[in-house]
């Protein structure tokens, strides 16, 4: 079974939510056998997530029956949710009863119902588990194609490098619908951990309840700043052992608040890095070296490699070097898709992902990002790509426009004055991205270069 | 300007609605763009406007308009 979900103690804690519910391995295992009684294998299906039991029980019961989910937030804006629904046809839908009303509900549980939409079968590849979009808010409705031994090898190598074991309790507030969310879910699933399975905001009462019962936090760097502002590093934590992030790059100062409260505290903090493309974590700085090597991604992680390819095309696994980082790993994912016949594809990536990502590497083998190659920009871990903004702009406005920015405020160049109030409230509404991190400027014009690069940077 | 007119602004350009909108019913689970990102914000808008530094305990409490008037009036003396 995914995950090997049956071979765990069945009486063991699998999850509490914010209801103050548990559910146990073998509630899990049961749920399984009663999904699939409505629905058969190498379904599509629409999972909108929220962060409970209702929402897992969707997840671990469609990968355990083969049946395929595309797992998108249950708040995504209504616009992207038509697109991806005309674009991908799903058969089922798994999503909360509040959502369901008008529609033709199959089976109901956990106050989540399946439905079924009237929509064909689509053939898919055989080895495809599980459908992610890129970056969730953007609009774009690229998808990451995930084979079982993705998700699999995912949550073994974090298992491994955590060192997790059925006594964790792993504070998870990362959406379901974000792969690193996912990993989190995975890697405790696999271990027979309990995770404290949360959608509260973090300036909520209830998650800090849940914080001290928890053995582990998980979080963005965003996360660290609400966690950092509630002065979290004077409180009393003693369950709390490791802290870990993943998400983005931290700032140097938040890095060395962390890394020195795990130290002064007999903590652990252990920063990470991944991409969606790779099933989540990629690379991880071990605890120990946190405070030596500030904002290093680190090594890769248990099960995966890391090289780097320099200006001349040359690839070395050790020693000093810069340039494009390039992982390699069974969790590398099967590849894109961007339309329903593209779930037929096989594996496109062959274990071998070029990550976009500028690094160093030290002598010690020490890897640290150091710029980005593709264009986009990762705020409150929200990962907004420029060339999908750029589309929505002009699609909305039928205007030209350029954007840019860096990991904390994206920048949009715009040549109509009236603009400069409606985009920030425009881009918070498609994307969820905080207004107050959109500047807007307005230029004479958008300059570019005779192959369309924009020049006016 | 009056505190109030202080704290009136912060809220409507925090989560981009009107004045007519901070109401009895302005609460964080009625306001869709009311979670973690706008309310530390709002918490440090508050923070700069008032000169005041807010506890922990407090920045929980802040689940609506109504809360985070009376919590400025009763922690930290601020009248509206």
Redesign the interface.
Known sequence: MFLELDRKDRQRIAAIDDSGRSLTYGDICDFSKEFAKYLPPRSLIFLLAENRIGSLLGYTASLSNRIVPLVISANTEEGLYGHLYDLYKPEYLWLPESKAEGKEVVFSAWEYCLVKTGNQATPMYEELSLLLPTSGSTGSPKLVRHSYRNIEANADNVRRLFKLDGTEKAMAILPMHYTMGLSVIASHLLAGATLLLSGR?????GF?AMLKESTSFTGVP?SY??LT???FTRMDLPSLKVITQGGGKLTEAMWNTLAQYAKDNDKQFIATYGQSECTARMAYLPAELALDKVCSIGIAEPGGQLSIIDDNGNETFEGEAQGEMVYRGENVTLGYATCREDLLKGDENHGVIHTGDLARRDADGCYFIIGRLKRFLKI?GLRIGLDEVERMIKTEYKTDCYCKGDDEKLIVLVTDTKLLELLP?FI?EKTHL???RVEVQVVKEILRNEAGKVINQ | MTNLEKLNQIFCEVYSVEESALNENFVNTNVETWDSIHQLSMVAAIEEAFDLMMDAEDILEMTSYENVKQLLTSKYEITF
Do not use: A, V
Request: net charge neutral.
């Open positions: 905001s973090l300036l909520d009462k800090w965003y700043e609400i502002k509630m002065r409150y409230s918070e905080f207004h107050q």
